[in-house]
Structures are given as structure tokens and as C-alpha cells.
Nanobody, 127 residues
Framework: QVQLVESGGGSVQAGGALRLSCATS????????MAWFRRAPGKEREGVAA????????YYVDSVKGRFTISQDNAKNTVFLEMSSLKPEDTAMYYC????????????????????WGQGTQVTVSS
């Protein structure tokens, strides 16, 4: 059974840092695109970052470039999102997502192109 489980969320002050983890299980075969999305209250789900597990190519939304880093541990089937210099506007529920059929991160910021999602982990940044 395919499963994604996020962890690492919490509450921090502005300028702080958090590390999110997404442990995956149940997948076999090809490399795939792994992504982090977030949804803030009253806003649409937004693609934050993605990584293609085949060659570690990464993608970021402009608002987090230079502050967030996505990475993977292939041996542990885990994807990470290192977040630093956090701002109140980063407050959201963060979700890990992937595409079961594999392949690169084309259209990575479009939620509808992902087939599997975790339950989310809350990140709250206070000013």
C-alpha cells in the first residue's frame, strides 16, 4: 500500500527554522517527482518545492528560494524540506505528494498532477 507520512512541523518565531520529513512506502520501480505543497487558511494549495529522485534536480517557488531546501535520502525513501528564515506568511499546512507513475517534475506546481498525498503537518510562524 502506497503511503506518505509527514513529520517535523511545529511553531516557531519569525527567523527560525524547521525541517520537515516525508517518509514514503509502498512504491516500486522508477524514479519519480516528490513535492511539497502548502495550504494557508483561506488560500489555495501552493507548490513549494519539488525534487526528481532520479538526478536530484530541484524546483522552488520564488517566495522560498534561498530559504528552503528540498533533498532526499533514497536509501530511506524519505524527502526533506529544510526551512530557514521563516516568515509569518510561511504559516500553512504542509503536504508531501508524489506521482505514482514516476517520471520527471514537469508541471510540478500543479496539485492535480500528483496522485498520492500525505496527511499534512502544520507549520506556524509567529512574528
Amino acid at each position: 500500500q502506497v503511503q506518505l507520512v509527514e513529520s517535523g512541523g511545529g511553531s516557531v518565531q519569525a527567523g527560525g527554522a524547521l525541517r520537515l520529513s516525508c517518509a514514503t512506502s509502498g512504491y516500486t520501480g522508477s524514479h519519480k517527482c516528490m513535492a511539497w505543497f502548502r495550504r494557508a487558511p483561506g488560500k489555495e494549495r501552493e507548490g513549494v518545492a519539488a525534487i526528481y529522485t532520479g538526478d536530484d534536480t530541484t524546483y522552488y517557488v520564488d517566495s522560498v528560494k534561498g530559504r528552503f531546501t528540498i533533498s532526499q535520502d533514497n536509501a530511506k525513501n524519505t524527502v526533506f524540506l529544510e526551512m530557514s528564515s521563516l516568515k509569518p506568511e510561511d504559516t500553512a499546512m504542509y503536504y508531501c505528494a508524489t506521482r505514482r507513475w514516476g517520471g520527471p517534475c514537469t508541471s510540478w506546481s500543479t496539485p492535480g498532477t500528483f496522485t498520492d498525498w500525505g496527511q499534512g503537518t502544520q507549520v506556524t510562524v509567529s512574528s
